[in-house]
């Protein structure tokens, strides 16, 4: 039975002609006066939106539309009669006659009320069933022809329709009794009808049905079919309702939070049923649909199915289920032998990489070999590619390059910190909270099996008692392993064979020897100021103009300011720095121009000092004043830079003391220097016992800044043979090499950082390892003006050209 019944004698309806009933009684002489009345033959039509209303029912109705206001005033103030007749769609606003259905029911006015929202309600008793012949008029209401039809009599003395009756009222009363949402009153209503028409019209007004169900009950004339079906619906109602408190009654006893959970579940379960739907099913049945367009090998897919087969046997309330459904959904996500089409046009990938970065020529020259070979093989093992070099050099911006020139997705997983072997390969799903490795979560965010795949910062892989993520990395990264990589949630084997993985690293050192074998290492090494200067008039200065929302006509920075601003306010390999130096200056035009203050368009290099505070000048080379102290050149994860070794003696007993917060590498290479010099002091003209008489001490400034590795061997040899020959170092010289107890100078590396950071400091000569002309080499000439080389292959030839025959006292000598 429908609820109406709790909203008391009199409900209100929905808020545009829809209705809510109260409980009427009418007499058999009232109802034989509606069965024989005569109304007009034109009436006025009210449409109803949500409800069909029969003969002898009393209803109010909630009007808001206008048509139907200006409809009920004009009968109201009339004869009082309107035709009644429901939609066939309530979404329409202005129905017409193929809008409604053909029958409905004549009405008269009881009552109109003022509602306090400014809408009326009607109180409208229906009368006798007519059939709408037509439309006579539109506006400013419907009005139409109608054709009353005769209701059919009731049967007399026929046994199986008073069953049918009886039954009716019977369920009636059971369902109003057994249901908690409908009052007991109501039980009067149905006890006072005798009359089994309008108990009949009564019970298909009220009942739990439809507005379709209700209008096929107006619209069957046959007073015994339409006291049938009504019986049909009221026995539908019964089971379900009897359904219900079933269910109610076995999870009544200590419902907790669980409890209420399951009972509403259960009551879902039962009503999709009747319905004939089951969600657990529909997720089965939508998931092997989904299976079926997947390009997976017959391995994935027999493990698929029989998981999914695996998920339907669950509960779905248990835990385990839940756990099962994200596995599967995985499997369906990841793009299984799904492969982006690459482009293969050179030339574009070339204007590309040109369009987003300025220099890298060997980084371009590489990736365009691999696009090369793969035009031409069609296939083949992606490589692993590793851009190593200082922070802020573009290493990881030429993933997102290399991406576009393509065509391919790009990816990126930011390593640093990673300290758990399990965001490699994923947990295994019998765990809470189990999930699958990072490399697996990429790839289905990609959506493709081929992605460009960028490993950002693979030397700050760090391992813990969880276990080491930089072994887990090995089987990502060999490509004759990666074809069958393993995840520990998938459990089956991912092809990432054609994934083209680029790592980055700032310190190779730090990273495993296995790991570092299985890539490519190509250096991506930090500018020069000529090529900070391009960067920033192409792309630095345009992207933060952009960003701040100014003009281009509002501001310019020139090619010199732009040089004070790299040598004075930033220190650095890569332009990161020089980016915020940028953003600095844009975001002091955009404050002048949101304050209207005046200012020149051209920003010198004078104004520096107003909108960034003083500068930090260029280190610069330290005099040769005072023996012993020799210019060295560093390499650091920051770039390159320049350090000066001192020496200085006291008498004693030969005793060397390092200080500086040197590493063992370095103070091995301090005492190979002192050593060398000891065997061969006649080089020198030195008296052999001098080295016993007197103590060294060796310094490197910057105490505080740990210092280590070979590459200031030659710089410590030299430091020592000026020291104790007491021969000045020449002037704007400095130096890098490894040595040897045998004497030989062997190479180191960064040398280009170590170039650009002799050219900041103003030094005009260098003394490297003969076996380091081909890094030279590889270096734009226009980067080297203003430098001479001394390339030595021996410590002889190191002092030869480092010690000037200038003293600043005369050499030491044994007393």
């Known amino acids: 039975m429908n609820d109406i019944f709790d909203k008391g004698i009199l409900g209100v309806g929905s808020p545009d002609d829809s209705d809510a009933e109260f409980i009427p009684l009418i007499t058999q002489e009232e109802e034989d006066d509606m069965q024989n009345a005569k109304f007009p033959e034109d009436i006025p039509i009210l449409p109803l939106r949500n409800n069909v209303l029969f003969p002898g029912v009393v209803i109010p109705i909630t009007v808001g539309r206008d048509k139907s206001i200006d409809l009920i005033k004009h009968a109201n103030n009339s004869d009082k009669v309107v035709g009644v007749v429901s939609q066939k769609n309530a979404e329409v606003e202005n129905p017409l006659k193929d809008d409604l259905h053909e029958i409905g029911t004549v009405a008269t006015i009881l009552r109109l009320l003022k509602m306090p929202d400014g809408s009326s309600t009607v109180i409208i008793q229906g009368k006798r069933r007519f ?3 037509e439309i006579s008029q539109e506006k400013p209401f419907l009005r139409g022809k109608i054709e009353l039809l005769e209701e059919s009599k009731t049967p007399k003395e026929n046994k199986e329709f008073t069953a049918i009756i009886q039954s009716m009222k019977e369920l009636s009363l059971k369902i109003i009794k057994e249901s908690p949402n409908i009052p007991s009153e109501a039980q009067f209503a149905i006890k006072n009808i005798d009359s089994p028409s309008f108990l009949t019209n009564f019970i298909s007004a009220n009942m739990n049905a439809d507005v379709a169900t209700k209008q096929k009950m107006l619209e069957e004339m046959n007073l015994k079919k339409r006291a049938m079906s009504v019986l049909e619906h009221l026995t539908l109602e019964a089971q379900q309702l009897e359904m ?18 399951y009972f509403l579940n ?24 989904r299976a079926k367009k997947k390009q997976w090998t017959t391995k994935v897919d027999e493990i698929f199915h029989k998981e999914l087969n695996r998920l339907q046997r669950m509960n779905p309330q248990g835990a385990e289920y839940t756990v099962q459904l994200n596995y599967l959904d995985l499997l369906l996500d990841l793009p299984w032998d799904d492969y982006t089409k690459d482009n293969l046009d050179l030339n ?9 970065h300025y220099g890298l020529e060997k980084v371009k020259k590489r990736i365009l070999e691999y696009l090369a070979v793969l035009k031409l093989k069609k296939d083949m093992k992606s490589p692993i590619l590793c851009f190593y070099g200082p922070p802020g050099v573009g290493k990881t911006s030429l993933g997102k390059s290399i991406a576009e020139a393509l065509g391919r997705k790009y990816v990126r997983m930011s390593l640093g910190g990673i300290h758990d072997e399990s965001e490699i390969r994923g947990h295994r799903k019998t765990y809470i909270g189990a999930m699958p490795g990072r490399v697996m979560q990429n790839l289905k965010k990609a959506g493709k099996s081929n992605p460009v795949f960028v490993l950002d910062e693979i030397d ?28 520990n949630y998938i459990e089956t084997e991912y092809d990432l064979s054609k994934v083209l993985f680029i790592a980055t690293a700032n310190d190779l050192s730090t990273i495993q020897g296995p790991l570092r074998d299985r890539m490519e290492l190509i250096e991506v090494s930090g500018y020069t100021v000529e090529e900070k200067i391009e960067i920033a008039k192409r792309h630095l200065v345009p992207n933060q103009i952009a960003e701040h929302g100014i003009k281009k006509s509002d501001i310019s920075i020139g090619k010199a ?29 955009a404050r002048q121009i949101a304050m209207e203050e005046e200012f020149k368009k051209s920003i010198a290099a004078k104004d520096l000092v107003d909108i960034m505070g003083p500068g930090r000048p260029k280190t610069k080379y330290a005099n040769n004043n005072v023996a012993g102290v020799v210019t060295g050149l560093a390499w650091t994860s920051m770039g390159g830079d320049i350090l000066f070794i001192e020496s200085s003696m006291a008498k004693g007993k030969g005793k060397l003391t390092l200080t500086g917060n040197l590493g063992d590498v370095m103070k091995e290479s301090a005492t190979i220097a002192l050593q060398f010099l000891k065997a061969h002091h006649d080089w020198l003209d030195l008296d052999a016992n001098v080295f016993n008489k007197y103590d060294v001490h060796m310094h490197v400034p910057e105490g505080a800044t740990p210092k280590d590795g070979p590459s200031a061997g030659i710089t410590m040899l030299t430091s020592l043979a000026s020291l104790f020959t007491q021969r000045k170092v020449k002037k704007n010289i400095a130096m890098t090499g490894e040595i040897t107890l045998r004497g030989d100078v062997l190479p180191v590396g960064g040398i280009k950082e170590k170039i650009l950071a002799a050219k900041r400091a103003d030094i005009k000569e260098l003394i490297l390892c003969e076996k380091n002309k081909q890094d030279i080499d590889e270096i734009n000439e226009e980067y080297l003006k ?23 006292k005369d050499a030491l000598t044994v007393q």
Do not use: C, W
């Open 266 to 289: 259960q009551q879902i379960k039962t009503i999709q049923e009747e319905l004939g739907g089951n969600p657990q099913e529909q997720d089965v049945e939508k998931m092997r649909e």
């Open 786 to 808: 203003g430098l001479s080389f001394h390339f030595v292959s021996n410590m002889r030839e190191v002092l030869d050209i480092a010690l000037s025959n200038q003293k600043v």
């Open 460 to 487: 700050k892989i760090s391992r813990s008692n969880h276990g080491d993520p930089s072994s887990a990395m090995l089987e990502v990264l060999d490509p004759e392993q990666n074809d069958e990589f393993y995840d």
């Open 561 to 589: 300011t732009l040089e004070k601003l790299i040598e004075e306010y930033t220190h650095e390999s890569g332009v990161r720095g020089l980016d915020k130096a940028v953003a600095k200056l844009v975001r002091n035009r």
């Open 244 to 261: 219900r408190n079933e269910i109610q009654t076995r999870v009544k006893v200590d419902l907790d939070k669980q409890q209420r959970e």
């Open 131 to 133: 059939k709408l012949e």
């Open 348 to 356: 574009r990938a070339k204007k590309i990489l040109e369009r987003d």
